[in-house]
Structure formats: C-alpha cells, structure tokens
C-alpha cells in the first residue's frame, strides 16, 4: 500500500527556517504530483504548493510564494518543502499529499488520492 511520511516540523521563531521532507512508497513515485498542504486548528486544509510529475513545473498559494520552495528526487521518491521567512499564520501541520491532477486542479487537495499523517510546524516566539 501507499505510504508517505513527513518529518522535519517543529519550533521555530517568526522569519526562521525549517526544512520538510517526505519519504513515499509504495508507488510509481515520478508518476506522481506531489502536493504540500496545511491545516490549522479550526481551519480547513489548504493548498500550499505542489511539483509536477513531469517537468518539475511548481505553483504556490499566494501566501507563500518567494519564501516556500518545493523540490523533488525521484531517485530516493522524496520530496522537500522549504521553507523561509516563517510567520506565525504559517503555524499548521503540513501534510505531503500525492495524485495525478490535471494541471487546472493542482490546488485542489480532491485530486491527491494518498497522503501522510503529517508533521508540525510551529512559528513562535
């Protein structure tokens, strides 16, 4: 069966850095499109950003975009979100997600089929 396991959260101050990863099996992982999404207490999952199967082609939320880099190696089916200049509202657990959207619906976590259990992230003070 799929698996994929995120790691790399924790505590870190407003306008640091951390570093997340995600390990997949059980798949054909560079068939995949891999998506980063987040969920806050209270708050619904939300798109974050995710990398295509083909091309390595990356789209962001508005929010994060010049500070949340997306990058992927096939070789190791691992895919990395890092991130910069962390805010507080960045706070959430961070889930790695994979499907095969079409390129109209990469934000729409629909079209991810399997994902991991997640891993905090804390902006603080």
């Known amino acids: 069966q799929v698996q994929l396991v995120e790691s790399g959260g924790g505590l870190v101050q407003p306008g640091g850095s951390l570093r997340l990863s995600c390990v997949a099996s059980g798949l054909t992982f560079s068939r995949y499109t891999m998506g980063w999404f987040r969920q806050a207490p209270g708050k619904e999952r939300e798109f974050v950003g995710v990398?295509?199967?083909?091309?390595?082609?990356?789209y962001y939320a508005d929010s994060v975009k010049g500070r949340f880099t997306i990058s992927r190696d096939n070789a190791n089916n691992m895919v990395y979100l890092q991130m910069n200049i962390l805010k507080p509202e960045d706070t959430a657990v961070y889930y790695c997600e994979a499907g095969t959207p079409v390129l109209s619906t990469v934000r729409d976590s629909s079209m991810y089929h399997h994902w991991g259990l997640g891993t905090q992230v804390t902006v603080s003070s």
């Open positions: 990398i295509r199967s083909s091309g390595g082609a990356t």
